[in-house]
């Protein structure tokens, strides 16, 4: 996963050296010595996250971290204070001045890249909500008022998994200071079937439960669709940086250590509700919108008219060559052979099916399309030519090799797709030009045989090899 990071610091040979670990990990990296620079860069430059040093002359980092969070077009932008400070009063600053994190130097590696990557994973989630709004209002199925971070993050409904009960019980007593209602549970078991059921707003943890597996329960809540957005806090010991890291990497949300401080249990449990609250106001708008005009009444995937605006919004945002996208066109093969042959209904059938499949096989920030007829658009940003083809190539085979059922007479029959594969001219491409390519690549296909994907490359078409489906690709399944 790679990022553009933001590392602010007035002191070049800080900068060098975080520039140079950064570069190391594939991260894209901006620079800046001073806060108002850092501030114009937020805005010139839309960085995916901030490292923001606290002791500078003139503004500060407090200053320039409520800057950006003041500012409704960066205050989504994840903001880590890496600093010499110690101090919990500083950490509690920092936090309540709206950073997503406090990072103390030396600033272990393992640690900091852990950090940057779960940040990124969590903006680019947000980014993809911001983008399908922005993309309704062009419609004007929703307001053009931009939503702002809510302030309340009282109230919430807060699930505590500890196994000691005097730990559980001074966490309850200070998170009831903002008005939870809280759920204790010792056992995970317990906790896992709690949390698929109910609405909760934040899940505690502790990471060293008694013979029991916290990172799996992490990553089982991070698996379940009920669960997969509900924010995680660990409460960890000093010295568990390792699977701290692990549990960064499994999407856990944020961390702290004990012995624990009070107000900074208070400002990263407020900061974690108020994020999951703004994302479920873009969920609810956004799903709202789907109500109206952007969706196939079929199947109930993406339109055309939603499809082509949403394309336009990314290609403006990898305009530079700072991100890549790519996408895939695919058609059932013979389709009106099904529709002639079993009637309408059966017809129906199969697209409805098609579209739930490629839904389960592909990323939830990737966007699926029914183009027309039985046509279907696969939208994969942060993608490159490779990894599209894998996935592509992978959906392929698993359509063909799962007969589709549909109602009597007939029990199953099979379907195959033909694919084509594409990726953004970093040049500059639009719309129009991108899916012309798309179908091109898609037409090969079925003019050679049908049943295949064809990527579109600089050498030209080229079919994409069956063993490219067991490429391992990232979180795409």
């Known amino acids: ?86 101090d919990v009063a500083d950490r509690v600053r920092g936090l309540e001045a709206g950073a997503d994190d406090f990072l103390t130097k030396p600033v272990d590696d393992t640690a900091l890249f852990a950090r940057v990557r779960s940040l990124v994973r969590l903006k680019m989630l947000m980014d993809e909500w911001r983008l399908r709004e922005q993309t309704s209002e062009q419609f004007g199925v929703l307001s053009e008022e931009t939503p702002i971070m809510l302030e309340d993050a009282t109230r919430a409904r807060v699930l505590i998994v500890e196994d000691n009960e005097i730990n559980a019980r001074r966490l309850r007593s200070v998170l009831k200071g903002d008005s939870h209602a809280i759920t204790l549970e010792p056992s995970i078991e317990a906790a896992f079937d709690l949390a698929k059921t109910a609405e909760y707003e934040l899940v505690v943890v502790n990471l060293r439960l008694k013979d029991q597996d916290a990172l799996r329960f992490c990553s089982q ?29 499994l999407g856990t949300n944020d961390y702290l250590i004990r012995p624990i401080d009070e107000n900074e249990l208070l400002a990263r449990s407020r900061a974690q509700v108020r994020r999951q609250r703004y994302q479920n106001q873009l969920r609810r708008n956004y799903e709202r919108s789907l109500e109206m005009a952007l969706t196939d009444s079929l199947t109930g995937l993406y339109n055309r008219r939603y499809l082509e605006a949403h394309i336009g919004g990314l290609l403006d945002r990898i305009a530079g060559g700072r991100r890549v996208l790519s996408l895939m066109m695919f058609d059932i093969d013979f389709f009106k052979n099904v529709n002639d042959t079993y009637g309408h209904a059966c017809g129906d059938e199969v697209l409805r099916e098609i579209g739930m499949r490629v839904i389960h096989n592909v990323r939830s920030f990737d966007t699926v399309s029914r183009f027309g007829g039985e046509e279907f658009v696969v939208v994969m940003p942060e993608t490159d030519l490779v990894v599209a083809s894998s996935v592509a190539e992978r959906l392929r085979e698993y359509i063909a090799k799962q007969p589709f059922k549909i109602t009597d007479p007939v029990k199953q029959i099979p379907v195959t797709i033909s694919i084509g594969v594409v990726t953004a001219d970093i040049e500059g491409d639009s719309t129009a030009e991108l899916l012309k390519r798309a179908d091109e690549a898609l ?35």
Request: aromatic share 4%; hydrophobic share 45%.
């Open 221 to 249: 809540l991070r698996s379940e669709e009920k669960t997969r957005y509900t924010p995680v806090l660990l409460v960890a010991e000093e010295g568990d940086t390792e699977r701290l890291a692990k549990a960064m990497d």
């Open 443 to 477: 037409y090969e296909g079925k003019r050679t045989g049908r049943n295949k994907v064809i990527a579109w490359t600089d050498e030209g078409l080229r079919l994409v090899a069956p063993e490219a489906a067991n490429l391992v690709v990232e979180n795409t399944a």
């Open 1 to 86: 996963m790679t990022a553009r990071v933001l590392v602010v610091d007035d002191l070049l040979p800080n900068v060098k050296l975080l520039e140079a670990k950064l570069t190391n990990e594939y991260f894209e990296v901006i620079t800046a010595t001073d806060g108002p620079a850092a501030i114009e860069l937020v805005k010139s430059q839309s960085p995916d996250i901030v490292l923001l040093d606290v002791m500078m002359p003139g503004m500060d980092g407090f200053e320039v971290c409520q800057a950006i969070k003041g500012d409704p077009k960066s205050m989504h932008i994840p903001v880590v204070m890496v600093t010499a400070l110690s």
